[in-house]
């Protein structure tokens, strides 16, 4: 599945869940470049990226979390967002035993 590298998240969007994987060897391997910024957070390390169906999403690795996990972000109040974690999580290869966490509150994020 072709993934478009440029995408715009509107400024509101939520943690939608957290994956086992390695941010850089993905980009590496996908030949995508990541951006690296500081938010209220902490430093991380990013990329956006657009799916054919027009989904887009945000996969980061907060600075301070545990090695080998990444998060997945997209607008927050989105419908039927648990399929579209599963679009997300097919289209970057993901396997379920990658997903070590779920937002079950996601759909009550303003």
């Known amino acids: 599945m072709k993934i ?3 995408a715009d998240l509107p400024t509101n969007i939520a943690h939608v869940a957290t994956f086992r994987g390695d941010l850089a060897a ?8 990541l951006r690296e910024g500081t938010d209220d957070l902490d ?12 989904l887009t999403f945000r996969l980061c690795k907060y600075r301070g979390t545990p090695e080998g996990t990444l998060e997945l972000f997209f607008a927050s109040q989105r ?9 997300v999580a097919n289209a970057m290869n993901f396997a379920e035993s990658d997903i ?11």
């Open 43 to 54: 430093e991380l390390a990013w990329m956006d990226h657009c799916l054919p169906s027009g």
């Open 4 to 6: 478009n590298v440029a």
């Open 100 to 110: 070590a966490w779920i937002n079950h509150q996601y759909f009550k994020t303003p």
């Open 79 to 87: 419908p039927d967002w648990k399929s579209q974690m599963t679009e």
């Open 26 to 33: 993905i980009a590496r391997e996908r030949g995508f470049s």
